[in-house]
T-cell receptor, first 111, second 116 residues
Framework: QQQVKQSPQSLIVQKGGISIINCAYE??????FPWYQQFPGKGPALLIA???DVSEKKEGRFTISFNKSAKQFSLHIMDSQPGDSATYFC??????????WGAGTKLIIKP | KAGVTQTPRYLIKTRGQQVTLSCSPI?????VSWYQQTPGQGLQFLFE???????NKGNFPGRFSGRQFSNSRSEMNVSTLELGDSALYLC???????????????FGPGTRLTVL
């Protein structure tokens, strides 16, 4: 069964610092790599996603990058804020075009 | 547009019972997926329905079943509940996002199921 390996499992960053979460996939049917953000008691919400023809996408303080040869993609959060404290999930698409999810990273931003 | 709604939000059942969870997708979304979320296992895919047909299925036992109605609303049923079925059950509806070229999933708040 295909897997997406997400690291680290948990991360503590000082306010204003850079948070970096990495994911590695095995194979993908389609170069679509979304990142979801989940707050306690809520369902995951789409944060940012990269489309097949780009290797990097930036939205505000959030940047995702994609390295096809290494089969890796990552999320960078610049100027991390306490409100960014949440669990982050990455995902890739398997051969059935079904999303395969990473195990999640619990991010804590210390004030 | 209203988001994905799930009912009930919380459920407490005992072993051996069965349970039905409901999901109403975002208006216009025809695909609904169900996930089980537990602290140690992350998001585990259960099944996906599109236009009342099961399109994909995860690796869960036959005690887990679902269906979708003509209005795209979906239900998930778990029979003969086990302690290990305690989890947050998430429903996601999806639509093709042109700028991404693929479906984007939008999640509901989930139903927290506790099996005693």
């Amino acid at each position: 069964q295909q897997q997406v390996k997400q690291s680290p499992q948990s991360l503590i960053v000082q306010k204003g610092g850079i948070s970096i979460i990495n994911c590695a996939y095995e194979n993908t049917a389609f170069d679509y790599f979304p990142w979801y953000q989940q707050f306690p008691g809520k369902g995951p919400a789409l944060l940012i996603a990269i489309r097949p023809d780009v290797s990097e996408k930036k939205e505000g303080r959030f940047t995702i990058s994609f390295n096809k040869s290494a089969k890796q993609f990552s999320l960078h959060i610049m100027d991390s804020q306490p409100g960014d404290s949440a669990t982050y999930f990455c995902a890739s698409m398997d051969s059935n075009y079904q999303l395969i999810w990473g195990a999640g990273t619990k991010l804590i931003i210390k004030p | 547009k209203a988001g994905v709604t799930q009912t009930p939000r919380y459920l407490i059942k005992t072993r051996g019972q069965q349970v039905t969870l409901s999901c109403s997708p975002i208006s216009g979304h025809r695909s609904v997926s169900w996930y089980q979320q537990t602290p140690g296992q992350g998001l585990q895919f259960l099944f996906e329905y599109f236009s009342e047909t099961q399109r994909n299925k995860g690796n869960f036992p036959g005690r887990f079943s679902g269906r979708q109605f003509s209005n795209s609303r979906s239900e998930m049923n778990v029979s003969t509940l086990e302690l290990g079925d305690s989890a947050l059950y998430l429903c996601a509806s999806s639509v093709v996002e042109t700028y991404l070229g693929t479906d984007t999933q939008y999640f509901g708040p989930g139903t927290r199921l506790t099996v005693l």
